[in-house]
Each structure stands twice: as C-alpha cells, then as structure tokens.
C-alpha cells in the first residue's frame, strides 16, 4: 500500500517552478524528507509543437520494505497544450515493481474523458467540466498573491476522476523568506488533501511540503547532478509509523478505546462515523470512541446503498475474476454475515504473496494474487458487491504491538472493508483477520486511491492528547 500510495500523493503535488507560462525548457528537483534522506528526483520538461505545446513531468521514487528489494517508482506525466495555453491531452504512465497503469485524459469544452488501462482491462469516466474549471491546482491564481485573502476554484484531478473544490490560504506558520500557503482540495465539505506551499515574492512555488502519517516528503529545485545523485533506498514504512501514547493489550483492543485528538496548526477536520466509530467535535478537537457498536454507522438510505452496490474503477464486482471466485459462496446462501466471512476466506486462498509496491484494483489484485491491506479491503468490498452486499473502504489507522519492520507498539496506516448487512455497517479486516478497537477511520471511499492516500494526510494532521480503555461498571 505505503510504496504506490504515498508516490500518488506526490504526484498531486505541483512541482516547484513548473507552471505552464515557465520559460524554461528544463527544471530539475530533489525530493527528501524532514529529517534530510532523500527519496527521489523529479524533472520537467517543455518543448513547442506546430499547435502549441507539451510537457513532460517524471518523478521517481526508490523504496524499500524490510529485507525485500529495492523497488523504484515511476511517474511520467505528459501534457499537451493548444495555442491559448489550455491543456487538450495529459497522459499518465505509472511503473511500480511489476505493475504498470496507463490514464488519458481528452479535455474538451465542457467534459473530460478519462480512459484508465491496466492488466484488468479499460475503463472509461466521463466528467462534467464547469464553467472557470482550472487545470494547474491554482498556480496561476498564485502570482502576485500577497496571502490577504483566501483563492477558492475548482481544479479537475485526473487521477481521481473529478473536478475538485481547492482552496488556496496563509499558513498559520511562516517560514522565514517565503509566504507560506496550504493548498487544500474538498469532496464536497470534506477535506480529501492539503500540502503546504513555500513561495516567493512573485508567487512562484519554490518548496512543496506533503505531510504523512509520521514524515513530511519536500520537492524543491536542485542541479541535475544532485537531483540524479546516488542514494540508498528509503525505507517507508518504518517512517510512516508513529509510537503509541500507551501500550494496548488485547483485552483493551477487544474492548472499547476512547481517542482525543487535537489538529495541528488549527487544521481541522471531520473524521467519519462507522458502524464501530463515534465521533464528538468541540471547539479544542475530537474524541472518537471505538467499539463493536459505538457508532451509528453510514447512512442506509436506498440512494446510499444503491451506490455502495456499484461497479467502480477499483471494485468492479461485474468482472469475471470476481464473479468467479465469489460464485461458489453466493450459491451457498448463506447469512449475510457469514457471507462476507466466507468470501474473506476464499479470498485468502488468491491473496496470498504479500506485496507493498502498489495499489491495485480488485481485479487487478486477483490476477497478481499480491497485495497488502488496501488490495485486501478492494478485493473484499468488490466481493461482497458481487454478492449483492453494500460495502465500502475504510482507510486510516491501526495499532501493532509486534515488532514490524523493527518497530513495536505503533500506530500505522491501514484498510478494511465494512459492509451494509442484516440492516447495520459493520466492519470486516481480511488482512488482521478481524477488526477491533484499534481500528480509526479517517475516510470512507470506494477503494480509490484517493480516498487512501488521504487518509495518510489527515493522519498527519492530528495531535494526539490521549488516548484510554473504557470500561463498563459491574452491576451491583
């Protein structure tokens, strides 16, 4: 998950200086985290065409997960643009290990097309473009902005597959030289992405800073020569943990945990309820209590169930891979409960080489039988779909008390899929083979890569106050 995930966060990430106006043919950045290693380089490109114009971003990443291989990451994105400046075409091509995943975007008037092609076939979405829809995540509104009001635009984001509401305002913290923005997209009201933006006097983007869980990743321009310098691989899992305020046992993990949280910087925002996850905000934070049957759980009207029954570009419960190892289960009509159990297990018997170098989609999942939790959460939500069941992703955080990739007693992120049966949402961990109280939502999507990525985000943004057992009194 980690690997694909947090290179897609990247990605979203506008590169310092590379604007469409830049006269530069060329820029090169160096990409490191808070502490100074470095993960990768990035490079732009630019040259004109006989009907205008095309650039070409390339980010590379080099990771490594515990004693496995090295694996880089690759991420070209090219762009071509009319006389005017619009972009027509931007075409995506994605490397990770042995997977590769191809998107083109036509953009016309007023719709895009966007075709996504990978080892489980095509799929094709068409969206809507609104009038004033932006395509450079607000640069251009940036030049000569002093910071004294907030910019508010819609941006279309191809690798989502929608036209997001972004907001442009002044960090509450300056760094010293540079005006210092954060940049935040919404699906709707909810916050689904912030990065904080260093620029100069003119408003060009000198620095951009992407929080996650546990490290903050920078690109900022560098030569070649130190963009393209040798470094060993980064090893992200261990620095997207955070140490656990406490040590949970398992009785407390089986029980009900209550979490206070702050916001860091003030930035804050509103964590989902689930069927496990009840969440109080004040003015100073949060509190999330977690148990069994602590939250309300996701709406369960006709429209909302409808929609969680859906094929999507990540859960395509329609296609044959699917449909055929959920088959022998749906035959069996069984609870529905026992269902979702069942397909957990025959899933299991697919899902078996353990993977970190990408997110793919349930079908894509099946077909390489690799994966880690977030193909586990498609794989199942796609599974219980093709049963009929409503089901969705949850994505956030989990506690291990066991030592993983040399660290213990942490919180990491994680998915899990929950799923709308015998009238109430309730949630389903197919890779720790059960959920508890460690479990936090920080978002709810269809297994998109956004909705994911996200979560890691808003992880990053929450300050951690406390953190203990609830526990019920005996009768007398």
């Known amino acids: 998950m980690l690997r694909r995930l947090f290179f897609l966060t990247l990605a979203v990430a506008a590169l310092p200086g590379a604007r469409?106006?830049?006269?530069?043919p060329q820029g090169w950045y160096v990409i490191v985290?808070?502490?100074g290693a470095v993960l990768g380089h990035a490079s732009t490109t630019s040259r004109a065409l006989p009907d205008g114009r095309e650039t070409v971003e390339l980010r590379e990443l080099r990771l490594a997960d515990g004693e496995r291989p090295s694996t880089t990451?690759?991420?070209t994105t090219t762009t071509r643009f009319d006389r005017s400046g619009r972009p027509q075409l931007i075409m995506t091509e994605s490397r990770d290990g042995r997977a590769i995943r191809r998107t083109e975007t036509r953009i016309a008037a007023t719709s895009a097309t966007i075709t996504r092609q990978s080892a489980s076939g095509r799929h094709v979405t068409r969206v809507a473009l609104p009038a004033g829809t932006r395509f450079d995540n607000g640069e251009g509104l940036m030049r000569g902005w002093t910071g004294d009001a907030p910019l508010?635009?819609?941006?279309?984001n191809p690798a989502a597959g929608l036209v997001e509401r972004m907001t442009i305002e002044r960090a509450p913290i300056q760094r010293p030289g540079t005006l210092t923005a954060l940049r935040k997209r919404y699906d709707g009201t909810e916050l689904r992405g912030i990065i904080r933006l260093d620029l100069d006097a003119s408003g060009r983007i000198v620095a951009a800073i992407?929080?996650?869980f546990g490290v903050a990743v920078t690109t900022r321009p560098a030569d070649?020569?130190?963009a393209l310098r040798s470094h060993p691989p980064y090893r992200l899992l261990r620095n997207v943990m955070a140490k656990s305020p406490v040590r949970i046992g398992p009785a407390a993990a089986q029980g009900h945990i209550r979490y206070r949280f702050g916001f860091i910087d003030g930035i804050a925002f509103a964590p989902p309820v689930t069927g496990e996850q009840r969440v109080s905000a004040d003015a100073t934070g949060v509190t999330l209590d977690i148990c069994i049957r602590c939250g309300p759980g996701l709406?369960?009207?006709?429209a909302t169930l409808a929609d969680a029954r859906r094929a999507t570009a990540w859960l395509q419960h329609d296609h044959p891979r699917v449909m055929a190892l959920a088959r022998p289960v749906i035959r069996r009509q069984l609870s529905q409960a026992r269902t979702m159990e069942e397909l957990a297990i025959r899933a299991r018997t697919v899902m078996h080489k353990i993977d970190f170098t990408g997110h793919r989609s349930a079908a894509?999942?099946?077909?390489?039988g690799r994966g880690d939790c977030t193909e586990d959460a498609v794989v199942l939500a796609a599974l219980g779909r093709a049963a009929g069941i409503p089901t969705r992703v949850a994505s956030g955080l989990v506690y291990s008390r066991e030592r993983y990739h040399g660290v213990s007693n942490v919180f990491m992120p994680h998915s899990w899929t929950i799923a709308y049966i015998d009238g109430a949402w309730r949630s389903f961990d197919m890779s720790l083979d059960g959920f508890d109280a460690t479990h936090i939502a920080l978002t709810i999507g269809d297994g998109d890569a956004r909705s994911i990525t996200t979560a890691g985000q808003l992880a990053s943004l929450l300050d951690w106050q406390s953190l203990a057992e609830v526990r019920t009194r005996a009768s007398p």
């Open 20 to 24: 469409q106006a830049d006269p530069a």
């Open 33 to 35: 985290d808070d502490a």
């Open 73 to 75: 990451l690759t991420d």
């Open 152 to 156: 508010t635009f819609l941006n279309l």
């Open 210 to 212: 992407q929080p996650m």
């Open 224 to 226: 070649r020569d130190t």
């Open 299 to 302: 709406p369960s009207d006709p």
């Open 364 to 368: 894509d999942a099946l077909a390489s």
